[in-house]
Nanobody, 121 residues
Framework: QLQACGGGLVQAGGSLRLSCAAS????????MGWFRQAPGKEREFVAI???????YYADSVKGRFTVSRDNAKGAVYLQMNSLKPEDTAVYYC?????????????????WGQGTLVTVSS
């Protein structure tokens, strides 16, 4: 089970840190991803953190967002800086044991409930 939190309302240029807590003893084996879905749009890939230290970001957030994980706590984080109005969306964390196509939501086994991020201009 995944539980995401940390969303809120922030002005453009501001920062937010999203957290996602996972239950289960095999957390460290999972690829952890962040996706987002804006109103009227499809869910899109944001970032992932592989079980090791590797990360991968969507071009739209590269250089502004940082994904990290704490396997001891069973948590993954998304630090979002220099936020833009176009970052406004519901953000979801996801866990996949064999996430082959990391940008495809279908590759993930478990999803959090989503947390809303609103960036005002």
């Amino acid at each position: 089970q995944l539980q995401a939190c940390g969303g809120g309302l922030v002005q453009a240029g501001g920062s937010l840190r999203l957290s996602c807590a996972a239950s289960g003893r095999s957390f460290s084996s999972y690829t952890m991803g962040w996706f987002r879905q804006a109103p009227g749009k499809e869910r899109e890939f944001v970032a992932i953190r592989w079980p090791g230290s590797g990360t991968y970001y969507a071009d739209s957030v590269k250089g502004r967002f940082t994904v990290s994980r704490d396997n001891a706590k069973g948590a993954v984080y998304l630090q979002m800086n220099s936020l833009k109005p176009e970052d406004t969306a519901v953000y979801y964390c996801a866990a996949g044991l064999k996430a082959v196509v990391i940008t495809n939501p279908d590759s993930y086994d478990y999803w959090g409930q989503g947390t809303l991020v609103t960036v005002s201009s």
